[in-house]
């Protein structure tokens, strides 16, 4: 009953053995601040991944020019990004304290912040090691800390509803007191596991995608993949688009040295009836490309300004007596300037190979791309 209390009042997680289980099961076990934290990073990763690896050179196709080609895009995950400081919310709980002192009393009010005093709270995100944290009770590594606050307490809540406290059974003799205190916390169970991680350094995506040229400089890019079942948390799909215009082709200056393309795409994923996301990218791209007879080779570089949003759902364990057993909120990383530079190579007739690195406000991501392409 205690964690019950815990959960619904002191906003705090209970995802016990969660790691194995299915990320619904370990949402559950969440309520939306730390949530949040603990899945911000996962935000941050699947917006870069999602806004890359839209093109792979800096010119567009010709008129119904295309390729078919694989995307993979690997967006690293920072070091300061795999632990977050669980919060502890200064709520009230009550405890009853009838059994323990032997008296009609009103119940003791303790915040979270007097139980766990002191305590680690830094807890690994989402990417942070399999192993999670423990708020632990004081008295478990602080002797007698959480006892003898607790005493403390009972005597001064008994002082005010003008009882005696020495005339209490259980408090005329110490060892007696620590006796009984001891029993009642260990009966209590205040001892929470917290969600580990699942110990991963990048977030890997791989995505299908098409671009076909169009008239007046304009090509269409699509990208998608049938969508997945997963018996643990349902349909993962993934799907986008976006186009893409030479600007040179406006440039009154003849053999106009590079290419100058601007692009816009937009792009969603979603894993079951949990995660969302949706992104946005517009850039520019700048770069030269060179055919040499069959084969052909090209450099660019790019910046883009991107935002991404995550919508969090999960159920609540109904267990935990909320009155609500679902939670959802949407998270909103910060939009910002991704800058980046790519190599295009043809070195087999009418397929390609590219890389490209770049960099988000939050991740370090790394594309490389392999297909077919005409014109």
């Known amino acids: 009953m205690i964690k019950k209390v815990l959960v619904s009042i002191l906003a705090l997680s209970l995802a016990v053995g969660a790691f194995g289980q299915s990320l619904e099961e370990n949402l ?37 020019g295309f390729d078919i080609s694989l995307k993979a895009m690997v967006a690293a995950v920072p070091e300061e990004s795999e632990f977050f400081n669980f919060a502890l919310n200064e709520s009230d709980m009550e405890f009853d304290l009838d059994d ?19 305590t680690e709270t830094r807890t690994p995100t989402f990417f942070g090691p399999d192993s999670g944290g423990t708020l632990v009770t004081n ?32 408090m005329v003799d110490q060892a007696i007191a620590d006796a009984d205190l001891a029993t009642a916390v260990g009966e209590m169970d205040l001892d929470l596991p917290l969600p580990p991680g699942i110990n991963l350094p990048a977030l890997p995506l791989v995505m ?23 018996e643990d948390i349902g349909t993962i799909s993934m799907y986008g688009g976006g186009l893409r215009l030479n600007i040179d082709q406006f440039i009154p200056i003849p053999l106009f040295p590079v290419d100058i393309t601007a692009g816009a795409f937009y792009s969603q994923m979603s894993i079951g009836n949990i995660i969302e996301s949706s992104n946005m990218s517009f850039g520019l791209q700048v770069g030269k490309s060179m055919d040499l007879l069959i084969f052909g080779v090209g450099v660019y570089a790019d910046a883009a300004y991107e935002m991404s949003s995550l919508s969090i759902g999960y159920d609540v364990d109904p267990s935990f007596g909320m009155e609500n057993d679902r ?35 939050t991740n370090s991501v790394v594309t490389a791309g392999f297909g077919i392409s005409l014109r």
């Open 139 to 170: 008295q478990l590594h602080l002797t007698g800390l959480f006892e003898d606050h607790l005493r403390t307490e009972m005597t001064a809540l008994l002082t005010s509803q003008g009882v005696n406290a020495a005339l209490i059974p259980g």
């Open 327 to 361: 939670i959802q909120f949407d998270m909103e990383t910060d939009p910002g300037m991704r800058i980046g530079a790519g190599l295009h190579l043809k070195l087999i007739p009418f397929t390609y190979f590219n890389v490209h690195v770049s960099q988000t406000p």
């Open 100 to 118: 323990i002192i032997g008296a009609d009393v009103n119940p003791l009010l303790l915040s979270f912040g007097d139980i766990y005093y002191e």
């Open 28 to 64: 559950g076990n969440m309520l939306s601040d730390n949530a949040e934290m603990y899945l911000q990073p996962l935000g941050d990763a699947f917006g870069s991944g999602m806004n890359s690896a839209w093109y792979h050179r800096s010119r567009v196709h010709k008129m119904l």
């Open 208 to 230: 299908p995608q098409l671009a076909l040229g169009l008239p007046m400089g304009i090509e269409l890019i699509v990208r998608g993949m049938p969508d997945i079942e997963d």
